[in-house]
Every structure is written in structure tokens, then in C-alpha cells.
């Protein structure tokens, strides 16, 4: 009879390197993705920022900073970039205490939540172009909004909501707004039920009303995850292309244009006229770039204090 | 039973191997016969087109070796044609080509080396058609592409309209404007908001809008572009009129609201289902507003209002370059056989064809001049014989102008948003586009201005 000894070191290490190829095998469609997808396009973009480049090969030459120097007396630029963080001080506070709000809604033990759950959600998987044209038909000067406003008598002529700056920045932002509360509705709740029941328990015990629970006990709780939801928002809306694209196109005059809309208009071969200089194009994501890494990390370090309430 | 088996395996054996010999035979056959690709972004000819070619394939086609595959690029053939290139996957013919890009590669054919080319050049040269723009030719002057197909363009206007509101004549016709300062006067007739009449609508979020309905009006109304070509300068004057109407227009309130936020495809469809004036086109919207969008009233089709029309001036039609070959289609088939495709694919066979069938104006009208039409298009014609009165000017000098404002977006940010006035802006046009021209040619040496100079330029309108 014999008697298989085995090893049981290697077997050991036998198995976990079968587990590890398993997992790089998972990985990599990823990882070839991510590094032909983005890492592999970011490089050539960067490396083009130093050169006047237009698709055309006899026509491109090393430019050093010129392309950088330009930049910062480009005021079209510098007013999309204002455009963008205007559009973020008017969203930001408008989109997460109405998410906030349902979420607190939404948590309490009713009938029906989870509809609701789930038509809040909704907006989020419908593609951006097709809510920028439904808001477009919907603020349209002879669409629903004037007709309702005109009817109930609230208006007596309809309006141009994209005749002037301020009206069509309020337009993107309830349309962006309409698309993005949903999925900040789903965090927040998921931050409320992590909260334990005996905390709660314990504030019905000491006699706080629902108030002083929400406010002292349930929101300093969810303070972390709060700190990630409203960087998530930050980010995102600062990021905001497509809505601007197909809703405005920067109407009227250029004056609604995000940096990240104004780029792509401008600068993107296909899109932009003949013969632009893509290099300029790529230093400006570039610098758009830092100056988004910048924003993102000095939120993260400045709202550090979320973290430690408790 | 076994007899039976036996029965079906050899049937079933005879039949894979008839089919197999089957398969031979074709192969045979289509190894004789090579397939050539070609791209087209012409999505609205592509049934007559395919028609055509479908013919071609099964007469000439056949007798000489060759089919084509015809496809159409609904939207952005540079960047398929170009993403193509990149993998050894070119058409072998296409459309909408960047000349200097590819010759620069090497990627298509000068028509000069094609056997028979110089004389197909000179069909075109000798109608008076300057092919040394960039959309037909390199740097060096060989010529890669010829034109095929124009458009004009003028101005739609609603005859019920013009009636309603008293602007005819004696006999009750309708009379467009000839001037800028009549199409004004007449838009604010026209507008009366309480009843929803608008006296004329502005596309100003399509991206052609700034060409079509102010940079090709200066033709007509001053003979000349923003590059003036005599002195090889950039002279922005000559918009300054154009400009001026429409900022009276604006402030008269008599443009269809939204103008900043409409883009062409909506602009057309209002004005075919609403009561509006009139509109800028080309001769590619009469398709849109007799079957896309049929205009509810009856339209009529005016030239380009002047500034001053007992000085006016030849004006603006669109004619740019048509088929490319790649260096492929020469290797496939040999440069004869290639050469037979392309002569085919700017046939005047094709372009009577289309224009019979609304598609397509021909370059030159006496291709067309004695087809007779399948039935009758509204504008079609009038819009076909503004050629009489048009041209395709010349090529302006380029200009390097990296993170500067072009002229469309100063009229649209700064003339229309009322921060700069018109001579302001006319002013930093003229410094701008000047400084670029300068700063464009020292940096391309290897470029000569004086290919974009010509002293003798003119284009008075005659007899009109």
C-alpha cells in the first residue's frame, strides 16, 4: 500500500497561487481596459499638451509652454471654469438636502418605500442626452412650463429660459439635479440603516425629541459617509459635459459653457472645427485636471473633521 | 433497415459534396471579380445611389473585374476613415477627405498619375473651376479630388406670410428682401406676437449657423470673404452691415424667440409648421421642407439679400471636393481599373440622376439643363438656378489664432450678447486674424502667401 505524502507547505502555496492567477485572470479584461482606455489615451494627451497638434503630421512642432502660457490669458477659458464652480454652488446645496430629505423619508418603516426607492433611482440609469432633451422640449418657449405658468396665471408672456445666462444655468441645474438626487437618496440611506437601532433606543429612553436625534445623533453619524457623498457630488458636477452639450451647447453666447463641455465643443477632433490645435486643447484638460485634483484633495484633507465626530 | 442507412448516408454524402463543388465554382468566380470599398457621407442619396451602383456592378462592373461597396457613414466619416487608416482597413474610395492630411501620408492618389487624369482634371479646370484649394488639392498643387455636387443658397420665405402682411407688389406677389435693411423692415412687420407670426428665425446652436447665415451673405452683398484676397489681408468690415441687421432685428424683437438655444433641424421644423417669415437655406433644405418636414404654407425661394443691391456681387455657393482614392484601390485593382471606379462615381450619369430626383445640384448647371424632372419640387429649381448667379470664391490664407476667439464666436458671445459693439468687434477681428496670418506663416515657412493672393480677383454680379 502506499502513502502519498504531501507537502502541506506547497500545497499551501500551491493554492493560493492557483487563487491569485484566478484573480489577475478576473482582473485583467480590467486592467487592459484601464490601461488601453484611459491610462494609454491620458499619456498621449499629456504629451501632446507641448505641441502645436492638429491631425495633420507635416503641421505639428514642438511648442514648448507656449500652449501653457496662453492658457492663463485665455478668458474664455477662466469664465468656463467659473461657469463650472457657479454651477456647483448653485446644484450642490439644492441636490443633497433634497436627498437627504427623502432619504429621512424614505427610512421610516412605511408603506410603498421601496417604490419610491425605486423611481428616485430611475433618473439615474436614463441617459444623459435624453433627459437633456426632454428638459430642453420642457423648457422650450412654447413647452409645458410656460403653458402651466401662463395658465394658472403666473405668467402673462411665456419666457426665453435660455434667452439669458442665469435662467439657462437654472435650467441645467434642475435637470442635473433631477438626474443625480436619486443615486444620493440610495447613499444616504444606506448610511441611515448602518446607524444601530440601539442608539436610537437609547435617545427614546433619555426622552430627545425627533429633532435633537436627527440632528445630534443621526447626521453626525452618517458623518463619514457624507463627507464621500459630498465629494462624489463635487466631482461629478464639476465634471459635467453631456447635459451642457446637448441641453445648451453654451446658449446663449458660449455663457453656459463647464470647462469640461467648453473642452470637448472646442477642442475634441471630430467635433471641433478643421484644423484647431488639439495640442492646446490637451493642455488645457491638463491644467483643468490639476486644478480638480487640487479641489479633490484639499476637500478631502479640510473635511477631515467628518471623519472624527465619533 | 441497414439497406436504408446505407441509402441516407449517400444521399446525404452526394448532397455536402455537390455543395462543397458548389462552394468552389463561387470562389472561382469571385476571386475574378474585385470588391472595391467605397465611403460616402451622402446619407440622402444613398438609395439612388445604391440603385446606380447596383447597375454598375452588373454591366461595367462585371466586364471589367470590379464591384463596389457602396457604404454610407450616417455621421463622422473623418473620424471612421481615419480611425480605418490607422488599421490597414481604409476604403478604397471616400468622401469628405482631409487632402493635406492624407497626401502628407501618402495615403491617396495624385489624379495626375492615374492613366488619363490630366485630361479628367481639365474637364473641370476648363469650366473656370480653381481647383488649388485645400479641398482639392496639396500644398504642391497635385490635385486629389474634383467637385461633384454644389450648394446654393438664399432665402426661404413665407409667401402667405408676405400676403397677409401687404408685402407685394401690384399683382399681389409676394417680394422678398433684396437688402439687409428690407429683410429687417419686413421681419417687424411680420412679427406679431399676440397672433404668434414671427418675421424670421435664427438656428444660432447649429454649428453651421455662423457660415450660412452671416459669413457667406458678405459674398454677395462685397464680393469677398473676411480674407480679401487682392490685398491678402483679413478685412472684417465687409460683415459689419450684416451684423448691424441683426442686432436691429434683435432689438426689434421681431426673430422667433430661443434663437440662441435652436439648432437647424429645429428651426426648419418650425418654420414648415409655424407662421414665420422668412429663413436662411441651402438648396439642401428643400428636401427637409417637402418630405422631412412639409412646409404647411407655400414658400418661395429668394437669393441672398445685398447691402446694396444695385451693387451687388456674385454670391456664396458651396463646392467642395468629392471622392478620394487610397493608395489601396491602385494596388487592388491596377490604376486603370481604379481610376474607371472614381470617373464612374463623378459620372454625369449619376449627377443628372440626382438631380432629377431632388438630391443633388451638379457643378455645372449644363449637366442638368435638359433633364426633366421626375415631378416638381417646390424651390428645387430656383434654388438650382442661383448657380447662375453664384460662386465658390477662393481659398482664404490661413490664420494661427491657438486660444483666441474666431469671428463666429465673437459675433455670438460678444455682437449678439450686446458686451462689444459692432465696431468693436470688427476692430478685434481685424488685429486678431491680421496678427494670426503672420504668425501662420512664419511658422509654416514651407507655405507661400502669394498662392492666396490674386490682384485680378472680381465677381460683379452681371445683369442683374
Redesign the interface.
Given at each position: 500500500m502506499k502513502i502519498a505524502i504531501k507537502n502541506p507547505v506547497r500545497r499551501r502555496w500551491g493554492k493560493r497561487e492557483k487563487y491569485e492567477l484566478q484573480a489577475y485572470i478576473m482582473l485583467m479584461p480590467q486592467i487592459i481596459g484601464f490601461l488601453l482606455f484611459s491610462i494609454y489615451p491620458m499619456i498621449w494627451a499629456i504629451t501632446k499638451s507641448w505641441y502645436?497638434y492638429n491631425?495633420?503630421?507635416?503641421?505639428t512642432?514642438f511648442v514648448g509652454w507656449e500652449?501653457f502660457i496662453?492658457?492663463f490669458?485665455?478668458g474664455?477659458?477662466w469664465q468656463t471654469l467659473a461657469n463650472t464652480f457657479l454651477f456647483a454652488i448653485m446644484k450642490i446645496p439644492i441636490e443633497l438636502p433634497i436627498a437627504l430629505l427623502l432619504a429621512v423619508l424614505l427610512n421610516q418603516k412605511l408603506k410603498g418605500t421601496g417604490f419610491f426607492r425605486t423611481m428616485f433611482y430611475l433618473p439615474h440609469i436614463v441617459s444623459t442626452a435624453i433627459i437633456a432633451l426632454v428638459f430642453?422640449n420642457i423648457f422650450?418657449?412654447f413647452g409645458v412650463i410656460n403653458a402651466l405658468m401662463q395658465k394658472i396665471g403666473i405668467l402673462e408672456?411665456?419666457v426665453?429660459w435660455?434667452?439669458t445666462k442665469m435662467k439657462?444655468m437654472w435650467v441645467l441645474v434642475i435637470a442635473d439635479t433631477w438626474k443625480s438626487f436619486g443615486v444620493n437618496v440610495l447613499y444616504f440611506l444606506a448610511a441611515m440603516q448602518n446607524i444601530p437601532e440601539d442608539v436610537y433606543d437609547a435617545c427614546k429612553i433619555d426622552g430627545a425629541g425627533k429633532f435633537t436625534v436627527f440632528f445630534k445623533v443621526t447626521l453626525p453619524l452618517m458623518a463619514p459617509v457624507l463627507q464621500v457623498i459630498l465629494m462624489l457630488s463635487i466631482i461629478g458636477t464639476l465634471q459635467t459635459n453631456e447635459l451642457v452639450l446637448v441641453l445648451?451647447?453654451g446658449?446663449?453666447?458660449?455663457?453656459t459653457y463647464t470647462v469640461m463641455s467648453y473642452i470637448f465643443q472646442k477642442y475634441a477632433?471630430?467635433l471641433a472645427?478643421?484644423?484647431v490645435?488639439v495640442g492646446?486643447g490637451c493642455a488645457m484638460a491638463l491644467v483643468t485636471g490639476l486644478i480638480l485634483a487640487t479641489i479633490t484633495l484639499s476637500y478631502q484633507r479640510y473635511s477631515q473633521k467628518l471623519n472624527d465626530i465619533y | 433497415m441497414k439497406k436504408r442507412k446505407k441509402f441516407l448516408s449517400l444521399v446525404i454524402l452526394s448532397v455536402v459534396t455537390t455543395s462543397l463543388f458548389t462552394g468552389c465554382g463561387n470562389s472561382k468566380n469571385n476571386a475574378d471579380v474585385q470588391t472595391l470599398q467605397v465611403w460616402s457621407h451622402n446619407s440622402h442619396s444613398k438609395m439612388v445611389m445604391s440603385e446606380l451602383i447596383d447597375k454598375w456592378n452588373t454591366d461595367e462592373g462585371a466586364k471589367l473585374g470590379v464591384k463596389i461597396e457602396y457604404t454610407v457613414k450616417e455621421s463622422?466619416i473623418?473620424?471612421a476613415v481615419?480611425m480605418a487608416f490607422a488599421s490597414n482597413q481604409e476604403p478604397d474610395m471616400f468622401t469628405s477627405c482631409?487632402v493635406?492630411?492624407y497626401s502628407?501620408?501618402g495615403d491617396i492618389v495624385p489624379l495626375s498619375t492615374l492613366p488619363g487624369g490630366e485630361e479628367f482634371i481639365k474637364k473641370y479646370t476648363d469650366l473656370g473651376i480653381d481647383l488649388s484649394g485645400a479641398a482639392f488639392s496639396s500644398s504642391d498643387g497635385e490635385v486629389y479630388c474634383v467637385p461633384f455636387s454644389i450648394n446654393t443658397f438664399g432665402l426661404v420665405y413665407n409667401k402667405d406670410m408676405f400676403k397677409k402682411y401687404g408685402i407685394v407688389d401690384e399683382n399681389g406677389e409676394p417680394t422678398p428682401p433684396k437688402t439687409f435693411e428690407e429683410v429687417r423692415e419686413y421681419a417687424k412687420i411680420m412679427t406679431n406676437?399676440s397672433e404668434q407670426d414671427y418675421g424670421i428665425i435664427f438656428p444660432?446652436?447649429w454649428s453651421s449657423f455662423y457660415s450660412t447665415d452671416i459669413g457667406q451673405l458678405a459674398w454677395g452683398s462685397a464680393g469677398r470673404g473676411a480674407y480679401d484676397c487682392v490685398t491678402g489681408t483679413y478685412d472684417f468690415s465687409v460683415y459689419k452691415p450684416i451684423y448691424e441687421m441683426y442686432i436691429g432685428i434683435k432689438n426689434d424683437n421681431s426673430c422667433f424667440?430661443?434663437t440662441?438655444?435652436l439648432?437647424n433641424d429645429a428651426a426648419r421644423a418650425y418654420f414648415a409648421e409655424r407662421n414665420i417669415g422668412m429663413k436662411f437655406a441651402g438648396s439642401y433644405d428643400v428636401g427637409v421642407l417637402n418630405d422631412q418636414f412639409p412646409a404647411k404654407c407655400d414658400w418661395g425661394v429668394a437669393p441672398y439679400p445685398v447691402a446694396d443691391e444695385n451693387n451687388a456681387y456674385l454670391q456664396w455657393m458651396g463646392m467642395g471636393g468629392y471622392f478620394a482614392m487610397s493608395q489601396s484601390a491602385v494596388e487592388k485593382v491596377g490604376a486603370e481599373k481604379a481610376f474607371e471606379v472614381f470617373k464612374f462615381l463623378h459620372s454625369d450619369e449619376i449627377l443628372q440622376e440626382l438631380y432629377k430626383r431632388g438630391l443633388n445640384l451638379p457643378y455645372d448647371y449644363s449637366i442638368v439643363e435638359n433633364v426633366k424632372m421626375d415631378k416638381e419640387i417646390n424651390g428645387w429649381k430656383e434654388f438650382a438656378e442661383l448657380a447662375k448667379i453664384s460662386t465658390n470664391g477662393y481659398t482664404s490664407a490661413?490664420v494661427?489664432i491657438?486660444?483666441?476667439?474666431?469671428d463666429a464666436?465673437v459675433f455670438?458671445?460678444?455682437v449678439?450678447?450686446g458686451t462689444k459693439s459692432v465696431d468693436e468687434a470688427i476692430d478685434e477681428l481685424n488685429e486678431r486674424y491680421n496678427r494670426g496670418l503672420k504668425v501662420y506663416f512664419e511658422?509654416?515657412p514651407d507655405e507661400d502667401i502669394n498662392k492666396y493672393i490674386n490682384p485680378q480677383w472680381s465677381s460683379v454680379r452681371n445683369g442683374e
Amino acid at each position: 500500500m502506499k502513502i502519498a505524502i504531501k507537502n502541506p507547505v506547497r500545497r499551501r502555496w500551491g493554492k493560493r497561487e492557483k487563487y491569485e492567477l484566478q484573480a489577475y485572470i478576473m482582473l485583467m479584461p480590467q486592467i487592459i481596459g484601464f490601461l488601453l482606455f484611459s491610462i494609454y489615451p491620458m499619456i498621449w494627451a499629456i504629451t501632446k499638451s507641448w505641441y502645436f497638434y492638429n491631425g495633420i503630421s507635416s503641421d505639428t512642432r514642438f511648442v514648448g509652454w507656449e500652449n501653457f502660457i496662453r492658457l492663463f490669458s485665455d478668458g474664455e477659458y477662466w469664465q468656463t471654469l467659473a461657469n463650472t464652480f457657479l454651477f456647483a454652488i448653485m446644484k450642490i446645496p439644492i441636490e443633497l438636502p433634497i436627498a437627504l430629505l427623502l432619504a429621512v423619508l424614505l427610512n421610516q418603516k412605511l408603506k410603498g418605500t421601496g417604490f419610491f426607492r425605486t423611481m428616485f433611482y430611475l433618473p439615474h440609469i436614463v441617459s444623459t442626452a435624453i433627459i437633456a432633451l426632454v428638459f430642453a422640449n420642457i423648457f422650450n418657449y412654447f413647452g409645458v412650463i410656460n403653458a402651466l405658468m401662463q395658465k394658472i396665471g403666473i405668467l402673462e408672456q411665456p419666457v426665453d429660459w435660455f434667452g439669458t445666462k442665469m435662467k439657462a444655468m437654472w435650467v441645467l441645474v434642475i435637470a442635473d439635479t433631477w438626474k443625480s438626487f436619486g443615486v444620493n437618496v440610495l447613499y444616504f440611506l444606506a448610511a441611515m440603516q448602518n446607524i444601530p437601532e440601539d442608539v436610537y433606543d437609547a435617545c427614546k429612553i433619555d426622552g430627545a425629541g425627533k429633532f435633537t436625534v436627527f440632528f445630534k445623533v443621526t447626521l453626525p453619524l452618517m458623518a463619514p459617509v457624507l463627507q464621500v457623498i459630498l465629494m462624489l457630488s463635487i466631482i461629478g458636477t464639476l465634471q459635467t459635459n453631456e447635459l451642457v452639450l446637448v441641453l445648451t451647447n453654451g446658449a446663449p453666447g458660449g455663457s453656459t459653457y463647464t470647462v469640461m463641455s467648453y473642452i470637448f465643443q472646442k477642442y475634441a477632433p471630430g467635433l471641433a472645427d478643421v484644423g484647431v490645435n488639439v495640442g492646446y486643447g490637451c493642455a488645457m484638460a491638463l491644467v483643468t485636471g490639476l486644478i480638480l485634483a487640487t479641489i479633490t484633495l484639499s476637500y478631502q484633507r479640510y473635511s477631515q473633521k467628518l471623519n472624527d465626530i465619533y | 433497415m441497414k439497406k436504408r442507412k446505407k441509402f441516407l448516408s449517400l444521399v446525404i454524402l452526394s448532397v455536402v459534396t455537390t455543395s462543397l463543388f458548389t462552394g468552389c465554382g463561387n470562389s472561382k468566380n469571385n476571386a475574378d471579380v474585385q470588391t472595391l470599398q467605397v465611403w460616402s457621407h451622402n446619407s440622402h442619396s444613398k438609395m439612388v445611389m445604391s440603385e446606380l451602383i447596383d447597375k454598375w456592378n452588373t454591366d461595367e462592373g462585371a466586364k471589367l473585374g470590379v464591384k463596389i461597396e457602396y457604404t454610407v457613414k450616417e455621421s463622422e466619416i473623418q473620424q471612421a476613415v481615419e480611425m480605418a487608416f490607422a488599421s490597414n482597413q481604409e476604403p478604397d474610395m471616400f468622401t469628405s477627405c482631409n487632402v493635406k492630411k492624407y497626401s502628407d501620408s501618402g495615403d491617396i492618389v495624385p489624379l495626375s498619375t492615374l492613366p488619363g487624369g490630366e485630361e479628367f482634371i481639365k474637364k473641370y479646370t476648363d469650366l473656370g473651376i480653381d481647383l488649388s484649394g485645400a479641398a482639392f488639392s496639396s500644398s504642391d498643387g497635385e490635385v486629389y479630388c474634383v467637385p461633384f455636387s454644389i450648394n446654393t443658397f438664399g432665402l426661404v420665405y413665407n409667401k402667405d406670410m408676405f400676403k397677409k402682411y401687404g408685402i407685394v407688389d401690384e399683382n399681389g406677389e409676394p417680394t422678398p428682401p433684396k437688402t439687409f435693411e428690407e429683410v429687417r423692415e419686413y421681419a417687424k412687420i411680420m412679427t406679431n406676437e399676440s397672433e404668434q407670426d414671427y418675421g424670421i428665425i435664427f438656428p444660432m446652436k447649429w454649428s453651421s449657423f455662423y457660415s450660412t447665415d452671416i459669413g457667406q451673405l458678405a459674398w454677395g452683398s462685397a464680393g469677398r470673404g473676411a480674407y480679401d484676397c487682392v490685398t491678402g489681408t483679413y478685412d472684417f468690415s465687409v460683415y459689419k452691415p450684416i451684423y448691424e441687421m441683426y442686432i436691429g432685428i434683435k432689438n426689434d424683437n421681431s426673430c422667433f424667440p430661443m434663437t440662441e438655444s435652436l439648432d437647424n433641424d429645429a428651426a426648419r421644423a418650425y418654420f414648415a409648421e409655424r407662421n414665420i417669415g422668412m429663413k436662411f437655406a441651402g438648396s439642401y433644405d428643400v428636401g427637409v421642407l417637402n418630405d422631412q418636414f412639409p412646409a404647411k404654407c407655400d414658400w418661395g425661394v429668394a437669393p441672398y439679400p445685398v447691402a446694396d443691391e444695385n451693387n451687388a456681387y456674385l454670391q456664396w455657393m458651396g463646392m467642395g471636393g468629392y471622392f478620394a482614392m487610397s493608395q489601396s484601390a491602385v494596388e487592388k485593382v491596377g490604376a486603370e481599373k481604379a481610376f474607371e471606379v472614381f470617373k464612374f462615381l463623378h459620372s454625369d450619369e449619376i449627377l443628372q440622376e440626382l438631380y432629377k430626383r431632388g438630391l443633388n445640384l451638379p457643378y455645372d448647371y449644363s449637366i442638368v439643363e435638359n433633364v426633366k424632372m421626375d415631378k416638381e419640387i417646390n424651390g428645387w429649381k430656383e434654388f438650382a438656378e442661383l448657380a447662375k448667379i453664384s460662386t465658390n470664391g477662393y481659398t482664404s490664407a490661413n490664420v494661427e489664432i491657438t486660444g483666441e476667439k474666431k469671428d463666429a464666436d465673437v459675433f455670438k458671445e460678444d455682437v449678439w450678447m450686446g458686451t462689444k459693439s459692432v465696431d468693436e468687434a470688427i476692430d478685434e477681428l481685424n488685429e486678431r486674424y491680421n496678427r494670426g496670418l503672420k504668425v501662420y506663416f512664419e511658422n509654416n515657412p514651407d507655405e507661400d502667401i502669394n498662392k492666396y493672393i490674386n490682384p485680378q480677383w472680381s465677381s460683379v454680379r452681371n445683369g442683374e
